[in-house]
C-alpha cells in the first residue's frame, strides 16, 4: 500500500482545508484510515479515523472541526473548519492492514495570521 497526502498549505485562523490521501497497490486489504499530526516539538498524535464501515472517530481537540471521509477507492479526506494556530503541524495518513499499518509522507498545515 502507497499513500500520497497532499493539500496542506497556509491557512489563516477561523479558515478551512481539505487534505487527502490517495491509496494505490494493494487497496483491498486496508481495513481503516487514520489521519494524525506532528507539530513542532511535539509527538505525532491521533486526529481522526475512519473504518471500513465508515464509523468515524475524532481527538477530542477537533471535534466538531474536522471530518473525515472516504470514497470507494480508499482515498480518505480530511475537511479541516475552523482552523486554529495549535492546528499547526504536519499531517499524516495511515492505513491500517491486518499484517502492517502503512503511513503516507505528510503534509504540512500552517495556520497563521
Known amino acids: 500500500v502507497q499513500l500520497q497526502a497532499s493539500g496542506g498549505g497556509l491557512v489563516q485562523p477561523g479558515g478551512s482545508l481539505r487534505l487527502s490521501c490517495a491509496a494505490s497497490g494493494s487497496i483491498f486489504s486496508i481495513n481503516a484510515m487514520g489521519w494524525y499530526r506532528q507539530a513542532p516539538g511535539k509527538q505525532r498524535e491521533w486526529v481522526a479515523t475512519?473504518?471500513?464501515?465508515?464509523?468515524t472517530n475524532y481527538a477530542d481537540s477537533v471535534k466538531g472541526r474536522f471530518t473525515v471521509s472516504r470514497d470507494n477507492n480508499k482515498n480518505t479526506f480530511l475537511q479541516m473548519n475552523t482552523l486554529k494556530p495549535e492546528d499547526t503541524a504536519v499531517y499524516y495518513c495511515?492505513?491500517?492492514?491486518?499484517?502492517?499499518?502503512?503511513w503516507g509522507q505528510g503534509t504540512l498545515v500552517t495556520v497563521s495570521s
Open positions: 475512519i473504518t471500513g464501515g465508515g464509523s
Open positions: 495511515k492505513a491500517f492492514t491486518v499484517r502492517r499499518d502503512y
